[in-house]
C-alpha cells in the first residue's frame, strides 16, 4: 500500500479528509472562483473557508462590520445567500466581542461539529448556501441556554 492510499483512508476514515459542509448539498452553490467574485476577501474567508473576525473589533482582512453594535429592530441574513437567519429580537450582548443570537429563525441554519483548536465546539452555517457564519456554545440567556457567537462580516442587516 503507498502512502498517498494509507494517509487518504486514513484522513477519510477519520473524516479529516472529507469535504467541508459547505462542498456539497445545500441549494446555492458556485464555485470558489465564483464565491471569490461575489463576496469581499474577508467575506469569503469567513463564509467559505470558517476564519473567524477578530473579538470586540469585528474586523478581518481590513474590513470591519458594524453589527456587534447594531440596535435596531430587523433580520440579519447570510451574506453569502441573502437568507433571513437571525432576528433581533434574539439578539443579546453576550461580552465576547462577536454578535449574539440565543436562537436562528426557523429553518435557517444547520450545525456541525467542529474538533478543530483540539476542542469540541458546534458550528453553525447557513442551511441554504453553507457559510460559516460562527459557532454555538451552552452558555446563552434563557429561554434556550445557547449563544450563536457569529461573525459580523457574515451577516448584513436589515431594519424593520
Request: proline share 4%; glycine share 10%; hydrophobic share 35%.
Amino acid at each position: 500500500m503507498s502512502r498517498r492510499i494509507f494517509m487518504t483512508t486514513t484522513l477519510a476514515a477519520t473524516g479529516l479528509g472529507a469535504f467541508p459542509t459547505w462542498a456539497t448539498g445545500f441549494e446555492v452553490t458556485h464555485s470558489s472562483a465564483e464565491w471569490k467574485k461575489l463576496l469581499s476577501p474577508a467575506q469569503y474567508a469567513i463564509l467559505r473557508e470558517e476564519v473567524t473576525e477578530k473579538a470586540f473589533s469585528n474586523s478581518l482582512m481590513g474590513e470591519t462590520s458594524s453589527l456587534l453594535k447594531e440596535a435596531r429592530k430587523g433580520t440579519y441574513h447570510c451574506a453569502g445567500c441573502d437568507l433571513p437567519v437571525y432576528s433581533s429580537e434574539t439578539k443579546f450582548d453576550s461580552g465576547t466581542g462577536w454578535p449574539s443570537f440565543y436562537a436562528s429563525l426557523e429553518n435557517a441554519v444547520g450545525t456541525k461539529e467542529d474538533n478543530t483548536f483540539f476542542t469540541k465546539r458546534t458550528e453553525v452555517h447557513c442551511r441554504r448556501c453553507g457559510g460559516h457564519l460562527g459557532h454555538i456554545f451552552n452558555d446563552g440567556p434563557k429561554p434556550t441556554g445557547k449563544r450563536h457567537c457569529l461573525n459580523g462580516l457574515a451577516m448584513t442587516f436589515t431594519a424593520a
